[in-house]
């Protein structure tokens, strides 16, 4: 079993619909909290930070984290065509420099126009 | 400027040879990374170099070896080529332990290796 799960769909929405992404994790000892965005071709990119339980919100992104549970989540609100790509879920034990990062395998998701 | 890059983008090769990918960054980070991404998008972490200084070997066989000149550079060599090294290999980096905030990493293009 891998550390991190993730629903590696691919998902297909409308445009404008709202889109829900998900982790589960099994380290509870996981401190903070990532999703990034990879386009095709291309490397990730940063896109959510967070460290504590509870929302934060960024323009139309909200994550979400429920470290009780060990669930991350990523909404995506008035999705557009431009969302179109992998989102992939990461964490790591602490904010130290150097600490690796622990990915989920990846959500493929594609905004319908 | 691009802030990651990796060289070359695309390598295809035969089994049993011999190659190098290399990465550079300019942003004055003291931290890099290598990265593997299999066919199904999962990216795992190979190795993490601090100031030179190897910080992570995750379980790599050793056909892979880094190579950090300086903390701008780090390469990655890797020996008799098998069909299971297909994959994208990511380089990153990040600001490194010394730096208080959030460290971001930073991550290449990626260098898509096919091993036929």
């Known amino acids: ?113 | 400027d691009t802030a990651v890059s990796q060289t070359p983008k695309y390598l295809v090769t035969q089994m049993g040879n011999d190659k190098s990918i290399k990465c550079e960054q300019n942003l004055g980070h003291d931290t890099m990374y290598w990265y593997k991404q299999d066919s199904k998008k999962f990216l795992k972490i190979m190795f993490s170099y601090n100031n030179k200084e190897l910080i992570i070997n995750e379980t790599v066989p050793n056909r892979f070896s880094p190579k950090s000149p300086d903390k701008a550079h780090l390469n990655l060599h890797i020996n008799s080529l098998e069909l299971g090294d297909s994959a994208v290999y990511f380089c990153a980096s990040s600001p490194g332990p010394e730096n208080l905030s959030y460290n971001e990493q930073f991550f290449g293009p990626g260098t898509r290796l096919t091993v036929l």
């Open chain 1, 1 to 113: 079993q891998k550390e991190v799960e993730q629903d590696p769909g691919p998902l297909s929405v409308p445009e404008g619909a709202i889109v829900s992404l998900n982790c589960t994790y099994s380290n509870s000892a996981f401190q903070y909290f990532m999703w990034y965005r990879q386009y095709s071709r291309k490397g990730p990119e940063l896109l959510m930070y967070t460290y504590s339980s509870g929302n934060k919100e960024d323009g139309r992104f909200t994550a979400q984290v429920d470290k009780s549970s060990k669930y991350i989540s990523l909404f995506i609100r008035d999705s557009q065509p431009s969302d179109s790509a992998t989102y992939l879920c990461a964490m790591t034990l602490s904010n130290f420099g150097n600490e690796k990062l622990t990915f989920g395998t990846g959500t493929r998701l594609t905004i319908i126009p």
